[in-house]
C-alpha cells in the first residue's frame, strides 16, 4: 500500500511551476480562511473536486474518505454546542439546533475539509523537491524549505511505524480502547514512547547521512531540475490572484458570514 | 589505476580543497582516541590505521567494537556530528582533516550507512544521485554528465525516473552508492551495507563491491560476516577500539578462533579445514574441495542420499494434534493483487519451522495471520483446533506470541522488569505471578542481572533478547520470530538462537521468518519457502538443501558448508558436521 500522496499524472496542474503550486496553496487556504458560509465555501470545494478529477487524485481522496466525514461531522455537532445563536429549532441542555448554528457548524467543517483537500490536491501534484524549489523561489532559505518538505516525507514513515508498535502492543494484550477519552489518550504512552524514540534514531541517521552527502556547502545550492517559467504559469497565477481578491471582497462585503438570524 | 568508469574516476573535489598528494595514503589515522559524550570507556584507544590508494581494506569485530566510529573519523562526522573527547590526527589524501566540516570531506569521502532508507531523500532516482552535486553548488550539465555512469556503475542504468521508495532493498543500497560515486570521492566506506537486506540484496550489493574494487577506487567495507570480505586486500580486527590483528584474508580468516572471540562470523569453508586439521585458507569452495582431496585423498564420495549426516530430532517435538493449522488461507489488501493465495499449513507443537522467501513473498503476512494482526480474505487460522478469529486476545496471546523484527517497536518501559512484566499486566494476573514470570524470562534470556536497567540503554542484542522475554512472558505455545538476527554480531546472534534452540526444546514451536541460510541450516528442521504469495516448499531442511533447482529459483543462498558438502555428494547443515562426516569416511 502506498504511503506517500503523490500520484504521477500528467495533468495541467501537475506541469505547472513549483512556485505556482505553492502559491495555490496559499491561495486556496486564504480564499477558505475569509469566509464562512457554505454557499461562499461551496464554488472552493467543487473546484477543489474538478482538480481532483483532472489530476487523478481519487485515489487519495478515496483513501482518507473517513477522515473528512469525520471532520465535516464532528466540526457540525460539536458547534451546537457552543454556537448558541439564533432562534432555536430544536433546544436540549447540551445542543443548540438553529439555522445558524446548523450554517455555522457546517461551514466550519467544510471548511476544515477544504483546507484538508487543499493540501492533498498540493500532495497529490507536488514533488518533495518542487515543494523545495517552490519554497526556495519565494525567498524561504534553502534549509528551512528543505526541513518543511523533508517533514512531510517522513510523517507516513511515522505512521507506519506507529501502526508496528501498535500491533505488537495489542499482541501484548494491551487494550488500546479501554476507559473515557483522557483515559484512552493515556493508554497510547506504550506506542508514543516507542515511536519518538524511533523518531529520533531516524532523525539522528537521516541528519549524519544529510551532511555525509554535503548538506549545508552552499546556503543556495544549484538544481539538478530546471524549473522554466511558461504561459499558463502566468494564466495560472492571475487566476490565483484573482481568486484571492475575489474571496477578499466577499469577505469585505459581508456576503460570506452567517447572520444569527 | 584508471577505472574505465567515468564515475570512478580520480576524485575531483569541488569546493575550497587543495589537491592531494598522489604518493599519500588515501587516508590515515594517526594515534586516534575517542569516547562518546557520556560513554564509560573510549569506542577508539590510540588507533592508527592506513590504507592506500586503490586498497580495499576489511574491518570486522562485534558490535562496539569501534568499526562505526573509525568509519565515522573519516568523514569527521566524529567528532563534529557525535560529540565526545577526539584525539589523535586524521588525514584524508595527505591533507589534515583537522577543523573541516562533515559536508567539507563529503567530496572526497564517500559514506553509505546501514539503514538505505535513512540515506535517501529524493522522489526520483536521477534526482536522488543529483542530491549531493547539488549540495556541491554544481552546474547542471556537470551532473546530468555524471548521472548515467554513476547509475551504470551499480547496475541501475535505465532507473533514472523511478521512484527510490519502490525500489527493492539491495536497490535502493545501491543507488545511496551511486549517489556517493556522482561525487567521484578517492574513498568510499561502506558501513555494514548489506545488514538490512535479504539475500538477493546482500549478493547484488557484494557483487558491486567487487566490481568496484576492480576498477581502482579505495574501499573501507565494515562486516560481521568475514566471508564477504574475501576479496579485501587486507582484513583488520577490531576489539574494545584496538586493532588486535591485521593482515591478508588469507591469514586473517584462518583463525576461527579469534574471529569468534571478536563476534565475527568465520568464513565456513576455513572451518570444516580447521576442523579437519588443514592449515589453509579457502576463498572459493574450489579451493577448499581441492585442499581437502590433498590432505584427504582417499575420502569416500557418498552415492546415496541415506549416506548424509543425520538429523537429530530435539526432545521437544511431537507428532500430535497440530498447534495451529492454515486452511486455503487467501489475503490481499483492499483492490489490491493477492499477497497470500490458498495456503494450506500445519504447524505441530515443538516444530522448528523457517519461513523463507524473498521481500514481497508472503513471509510476514502468513506469520501476522497465525496471531490474528490480519484478517484472512478467505480460508481460516485454526489455533488448537479453534478459529482463531473466535479466541479471545488473551487467549490468543497465550498461544502465539510474535516477535517483531525491530524490539524498539515494542519497548517503552522505563525498566527492564516493567518491560517484561507488561504483558502480563494487561491480563490482571497477579502480581506474586507476574514477579514469577519475570524471574522466570529474565533468567531464560540472560537479563536477570539488567531487570532494573532502562531498557534504552541495553545494546541491540540485549533488546532482542527482551523483546523475546516480554513475549516470553505470556507463556505462548507457538512464537514467531521476525528476523530475529538482525543488526546483531555472530556472538549475540548464536546466543539469541541458542535462546531461541532451548525455548523449542522446551516445547515451544518456533516460527522463524529469516533470510539468512545458516540459521535456517542449523536450527530449523522444517523450511516453507514462499514465492508471490505460494507456497513452493513445506518440507525437511535437509532435503531443502539438498534441491538446488529450488534454491536457485528462489534466490536463496545454501551456506558454503554445504554447497562444499554437495561436492562430497551429500547434504550437511553446518561446517562442524560437514567435518565429522569426511573425518568418519576418510
Known amino acids: 500500500m502506498p504511503i506517500f500522496l503523490y500520484i504521477e499524472h500528467h495533468s495541467f496542474v501537475h506541469r505547472l511551476h513549483p512556485t505556482v503550486k505553492v502559491l495555490a496553496l496559499f491561495t486556496m487556504f486564504w480564499s477558505v480562511y475569509w469566509v464562512d458560509h457554505p454557499l461562499a465555501l461551496l464554488p472552493l470545494g467543487l473546484l477543489m473536486l474538478a482538480v481532483a478529477q483532472i489530476t487523478g487524485a481519487w485515489p487519495n481522496f478515496y483513501r482518507l474518505r473517513w477522515l473528512f466525514i469525520l471532520v465535516v461531522l464532528t466540526t457540525t455537532v460539536a458547534w451546537m454546542v457552543f454556537y448558541r445563536r439564533g432562534p432555536a429549532l430544536i433546544d436540549l441542555p447540551l445542543i443548540h439546533l438553529s439555522r445558524a448554528s446548523l450554517l455555522f457548524g457546517f461551514g466550519r467543517g467544510l471548511k476544515l475539509a477544504e483546507l484538508l483537500a487543499t493540501s492533498v490536491l498540493f ?3 507536488t514533488k518533495v523537491e518542487e515543494f523545495t524549489a517552490g519554497l526556495a523561489r519565494l525567498g524561504v532559505p534553502y534549509r528551512v524549505g528543505f526541513a518543511i518538505t523533508l517533514s512531510f516525507r517522513l510523517v507516513p514513515l511515522f505512521i507506519d511505524s506507529a501502526l508496528t508498535v501498535v500491533q505488537a502492543q495489542r499482541l501484548r494484550g494491551y487494550d488500546f480502547d479501554r476507559g473515557g477519552p483522557l483515559e484512552r489518550a493515556r493508554r497510547y504512552v506504550p506506542v508514543v514512547i516507542p515511536v519518538f524514540m524511533g523518531a529520533l534514531r531516524k532523525a539522528n541517521a537521516m541528519a549524519m547521512a544529510l551532511e555525509a552527502r554535503g548538506f549545508g556547502m552552499s546556503r543556495q545550492p544549484t538544481s539538478f531540475i530546471d524549473y522554466p517559467v511558461r504561459a499558463r504559469d502566468l494564466a495560472a497565477t492571475f487566476s490565483l490572484c484573482a481568486l484571492c481578491a475575489l474571496y477578499f471582497y466577499i469577505y469585505y462585503s459581508g456576503y460570506g458570514a452567517i447572520s444569527p438570524n | 589505476m584508471k577505472s574505465g568508469n567515468p564515475a570512478l574516476e580520480a576524485a575531483a573535489p569541488c569546493g575550497k580543497s587543495e589537491p592531494a598528494s598522489s604518493a599519500a595514503p588515501a587516508a590515515a589515522l594517526d594515534d586516534v582516541s575517542f569516547t562518546y559524550a557520556g560513554g564509560a570507556r573510549p569506542a577508539l584507544r590510540r588507533l592508527t590505521f592506513e590504507i592506500a590508494p586503490g586498497e580495499m581494506v576489511g574491518v570486522m569485530g562485534a558490535s562496539g567494537a569501534g568499526k562505526s566510529t573509525l568509519a565515522k573519523c573519516l568523514n569527521r562526522i566524529v567528532p563534529e556530528f557525535e560529540g565526545g573527547q577526539f584525539a589523535g590526527r586524521v588525514r584524508i589524501g595527505g591533507r589534515e582533516l583537522d577543523g573541516a566540516r562533515v559536508w567539507q570531506v563529503a567530496p572526497r569521502v564517500g ?3 546501514q539503514d538505505f532508507e535513512a540515506q535517501l531523500f529524493s522522489t526520483n532516482v536521477a534526482h536522488e544521485v543529483a542530491f549531493a552535486m547539488e549540495q556541491m553548488g554544481m552546474e547542471r550539465a556537470e551532473m546530468a554528465r555524471r548521472i548515467r555512469p554513476a547509475l551504470e556503475a551499480v547496475g541501475l542504468a535505465g532507473f533514472d525516473h523511478r521512484d527510490p521508495t519502490s525500489l527493492s532493498g539491495g536497490e535502493k543500497q545501491r543507488l545511496a552508492i551511486a549517489s556517493v560515486l556522482a561525487l567521484r570521492p578517492a574513498l568510499v566506506v561502506l558501513d555494514e551495507p548489506t545488514t538490512d537486506l535479504d539475500p538477493e540484496g546482500k549478493a547484488e550489493v557484494f557483487a558491486l563491491i567487487r566490481s568496484l574494487r576492480g576498477q581502482g577506487l579505495s574501499l573501507i567495507a565494515i562486516e560481521h560476516e568475514a566471508e564477504v570480505l574475501a576479496g579485501a586486500d587486507r582484513l583488520v580486527l577490531l576489539r574494545d577500539g584496538e586493532i588486535i590483528a591485521a593482515g591478508a584474508p588469507r591469514d586473517l580468516m584462518t583463525r576461527i578462533d579469534l574471529l569468534e572471540e571478536c563476534g565475527v562470523h568465520p568464513p565456513d569453508l576455513n572451518r570444516v579445514l580447521a576442523r579437519l586439521g588443514i592449515a589453509a585458507h579457502a576463498a572459493s569452495v574450489d579451493e577448499a574441495e581441492a585442499a581437502i582431496w590433498r590432505a584427504m585423498p582417499r575420502v569416500a564420495v557418498a552415492g546415496d542420499p541415506s549416506e548424509a549426516p543425520r538429523q537429530v530430532r530435539d526432545a521437544g517435538f511431537d507428532d500430535g494434534p497440530p498447534l495451529v493449522e492454515v486452511r486455503g488461507l487467501s489475503f490481499n489488501y483492499p483492490d489490491g493483487p493477492p499477497v497470500l493465495d490458498a495456503i ?27 496471531v490474528g494482526l490480519l484478517r484472512p480474505t478467505s480460508g481460516a487460522v485454526m489455533l488448537s483446533g479453534r478459529d482463531r478469529s473466535t479466541l479471545p486476545p488473551a487467549e490468543t496471546a497465550a498461544e502465539a506470541g510474535y516477535v517483531f523484527q ?5 519497548i517503552f518501559a522505563a525498566t527492564v522488569a516493567d518491560e517484561v512484566a507488561f504483558g502480563p499486566r494487561n491480563f490482571n494476573l497477579h502480581e506474586r505471578e507476574i514477579e514469577d514470570r519475570c524471574d ?3 533468567r531464560a534470556v540472560g537479563l536477570e542481572e539488567a531487570r532494573a536497567r532502562d531498557p534504552f540503554l541495553l545494546s541491540k542484542g540485549e533488546r532482542q533478547r527482551l523483546a523475546v522475554a516480554s513475549v516470553l512472558a ?13 543488526g546483531l554480531d555472530y556472538r549475540e546472534q548464536r546466543r539469541m538462537m541458542a535462546l531461541v534452540r532451548q525455548l523449542n526444546r522446551d516445547g515451544i514451536a518456533i516460527v522463524m521468518i529469516t533470510h539468512t541460510p545458516w540459521l535456517v541450516a542449523e536450527y530449523a528442521r522444517r523450511v516453507v519457502l514462499m514465492r508471490r504469495g505460494r507456497k513452493l516448499y513445506d518440507g525437511d531442511v535437509r532435503e531443502f538443501f ?8 528462489s534466490s536463496f543462498r545454501a551456506p558454503e558448508a554445504t554447497e562444499l558438502a554437495r561436492r562430497f555428494g551429500t547434504v550437511a547443515l553446518s561446517a562442524d558436521e560437514l567435518a565429522d562426516w569426511l573425518k568418519a569416511r576418510n
Do not use: C, W, Y
Open chain 1, 123 to 125: 500532495l497529490s501534484t
Open chain 2, 406 to 410: 525491530n524490539p524498539d517497536h515494542q
Open chain 2, 546 to 553: 539438498a534441491r538446488t533447482d529450488l534454491l536457485a529459483s
Open chain 2, 440 to 442: 522466570e524470562v529474565l
Open chain 2, 111 to 113: 559514506m553509505v550507512f
Open chain 2, 474 to 486: 505470556l507463556r505462548p505455545r507457538l512464537l514467531i520470530l521476525d528476523e530475529p538476527t538482525t
Open chain 2, 344 to 370: 494450506d499449513l500445519r504447524i505441530a507443537p515443538g516444530e522448528f519451522l523457517a519461513i523463507i522467501g524473498q521481500n514481497g513473498s508472503g513471509k510476514t503476512t502468513l506469520a501476522k495471520h497465525l
